[in-house]
């Protein structure tokens, strides 16, 4: 669980993950930690941030960011 791994509570998890509240710096970088990934790729958008032919396809780069996600549970 991320709220775990970060040494968050899992309630402060959820109300960022609903916008119900902002997470401070601190709290960004104990998530990206938590994660293993550079704190800007927590605010990286590849909707809109990757040209279309950039990737095969946008499925090539969901697998890749679960792949990524599953790696920092491990």
Same mark, same amino acid.
Request: net charge negative.
């Given at each position: 669980?991320? *709220?775990?791994? *970060?040494?968050? @509570? &899992?309630?402060?998890?959820?109300?960022? /993950? @609903?916008?119900?509240?902002?997470?401070?710096?601190?709290?960004?970088?104990?998530?990206?930690?938590?994660?293993?990934?550079?704190?800007?790729?927590?605010?990286?958008?590849?909707?809109? @941030?990757?040209? $279309?032919? *950039?990737? $095969? &396809?946008?499925?090539?780069?969901?697998?890749?960011?679960?792949?990524?996600?599953?790696? *920092?549970? /491990?």
């Amino acid at each position: 669980m991320l *709220a775990e791994l *970060a040494d968050l @509570s &899992s309630g402060l998890i959820g109300d960022i /993950e @609903s916008g119900r509240r902002n997470p401070t710096l601190t709290t960004i970088e104990k998530i990206a930690l938590a994660l293993n990934v550079p704190v800007q790729q927590l605010f990286y958008d590849p909707e809109n @941030s990757i040209p $279309e032919d *950039a990737y $095969e &396809s946008r499925d090539e780069l969901k697998k890749i960011l679960h792949i990524l996600i599953d790696k *920092a549970f /491990e």
